[in-house]
């Protein structure tokens, strides 16, 4: 069926470090695809989609592109801060319109 | 503005308890949802109103009572809980259901004693 598979958190960062954290995603047909952000205690926030394959999301210094051939939509940043520590959620749209969500990634950034 | 709004924050209550969750959108969406989350876990589909109607049921027991009085609010009446229901529970809202972006609210953080 439908799945999302996240790369396995915790990930424990320096301040201004690269970020990836990996997702792939089964290729059944051409699903929306999403990265949700939660910070504790507080619901999810959507940080940034892509539609249609090549399609490069990005907000707030986050990036991903929706790469077909790979299925796979992993999420980047150049620069990490201390705010950025939150739970990352993968997730893609099946083709019953549900979303289908990773497990989630927790992210720590120190200073 | 994309913003969903959710009361209380937080509610205890106990297993003989009947309360309610509110969720309000005024974005002008059609479709409305209710999501459960275990904590360090992914949310759970609960409830899907499409024009205020309820399109997706996921087998959810009948202590949990969905409502959408117009197409603005959503509720979620407890009744009888267990403490197993003990979860952050979530509304999300989207233009129409299934095909478009689903905003989420902040969530009601519901303990049950």
């Known amino acids: 069926g439908d799945s999302v598979t996240q790369m396995e958190g915790p990930v424990t960062l320096s301040e201004e470090a690269f970020l990836t954290i990996n997702c792939t995603y089964t290729a059944t047909g051409y699903p929306s695809l999403f990265w949700y952000v939660q910070y504790p205690g507080e619901g999810l926030q959507l940080l940034l989609k892509?539609?249609?394959?090549?399609d490069k999301g990005s907000n707030k210094g986050f990036e991903a592109t929706y790469r077909k051939e790979t299925t796979s939509f992993h999420l980047e940043k150049g620069s990490v801060q201390v705010s950025d520590s939150a739970v990352y959620f993968c997730?893609?749209?099946?083709?019953?319109?549900?979303?289908?969500f990773g497990q989630g990634t927790e992210l720590s950034v120190k200073p | 503005d994309t913003e969903v709004t959710q009361t209380p924050k937080h509610l205890v209550m106990g297993m003989t308890n009947k309360k309610s969750l509110k969720c309000e959108q005024h974005?002008?969406?059609?479709?409305m949802y209710w999501y459960k989350q275990k904590a360090k876990k992914p949310p759970e589909l609960m409830f899907v109103?499409?024009?205020?109607?309820?399109?997706i049921n996921e087998s959810v027991p009948s202590r949990f009572s969905p409502e959408c009085p117009n197409s603005s609010l959503l509720n979620l009446h407890l009744h009888a809980l267990q403490p197993e229901d003990s979860a952050l529970y979530l509304c999300?809202?989207?233009?129409?259901?299934?095909?478009?972006?689903?905003?989420f609210g902040p969530g009601t953080r519901l303990t049950v004693l």
């Open positions: 974005m002008g969406h059609r479709a």
């Open positions: 892509a539609t249609k394959a090549d």
């Open positions: 999300a809202s989207s233009q129409l259901a299934g095909v478009d972006t689903q905003y």
């Open positions: 109103y499409s024009y205020e109607k309820l399109s």
């Open positions: 997730a893609r749209r099946n083709q019953g319109g549900k979303l289908i």
